[in-house]
C-alpha cells in the first residue's frame, strides 16, 4: 500500500484504534473480552457504514449486520496485533484470535494513557486534571530520556495546586529562567509587558525539559513539549511552530542554542503516513 493511500486511510485508522481503545478497556476493567466488543458505540450509533458489503443484493440484513461486525472486528485484531510489535513485552495485553487479556503493565503508564484517551470530558470537574496529570508524565518521562543530569518544568495552563506553577504566563517564563538560564522575557514592543491569563495563557508550550554540559555556560539541549489529550489532537502538530514565531514575541532569544519540539499525546497514532 503507498504512502499516498494510507494517508487517505487516516480518518478509518483512527476509528478502528477508537474501537482498539475500547475493547483494551473493557479488558481492563473485566479481565479479558472479545475485540468485537470494540464495536459496540458504533453499532449503538448505526455507524458501520465503513464496512457495507459492494453488493447487498440477495443478502438479509441481519447476515449483513454480521459481516459488518466480522470485517471490523478484524481491523481491531489487526491493530491490536501493530501495537503489540510496537511494544513488544511491554504490551500489557495477551492476544488470542478475538480476545485480549488483560497483563496489568509494571507502572500503569499505559493503562492511564488509555483513560485520558477515552475520558468523556477532559474539562468538566475531576476530568479537567487528566491533561494536567499527562503533562507531568511526559516531562518526568522526557527526563528519563534525556539521563542523568536533565530537569524539567511544566509550564501548561493551568496551574495545578500540587506544582509551583505560577499564574500568569510572565512569572512562569521567569521561573524558567531562573531554573535554567534560558529564556529571557523581553516582550516585542506590540506585546503586553505581562499579558492577563485572559490574554496569554501557555502560548501552546506544555512542558520543558533540558539538559546542560558540564562547563555550566548556556546552550544547553532544550525540549519545548506540546501535549494534546483530545481526540483533535491532529489540530495541535504545530502549536510551537518550527521557527518559535510566538515564544519569540515574548522572548529573546528563547533559548541560546537552538530547542527541539516535542508533541505527546496519550492516544495510539495508527497511520504510519
Known sequence: MSSDTKWENRRHDERIAKDADQAELIAVRYGSCNLEAGTFDDRIADAMDDYQISDPRGVTRWANDDIKIESATSDIGLEVGRRKRVLGTLYPFDHDGNRIVHRPSATLVYEFCLAVSLARSL???????????????????????????????????????????????????????????????????????????AQIKDEGLDVVVWKGIPDGRGGKLVLLGQCACGGDYQSKFHDIDQQFTKLSQWMNP????????????PHHIPNDA
Open 123 to 197: 474539562s468538566e470537574g475531576a476530568y479537567a486534571r487528566l491533561p494536567v496529570a499527562f503533562e507531568r508524565l511526559v516531562r518526568d518521562t522526557l527526563i528519563c530520556f534525556l539521563g542523568k543530569g536533565a530537569d524539567g518544568y511544566r509550564t501548561g495552563w493551568p496551574r495545578d495546586e500540587h506544582e509551583e506553577r505560577p499564574t500568569r504566563f510572565r512569572a512562569v517564563v521567569e521561573k524558567l529562567s531562573a531554573l535554567t538560564g534560558e529564556f529571557n522575557w523581553l516582550p516585542s514592543v506590540s506585546m503586553p509587558h505581562d499579558p492577563d491569563p
Open 254 to 265: 528563547v533559548t541560546w542554542a537552538w530547542p527541539v519540539r516535542v508533541f505527546s499525546t
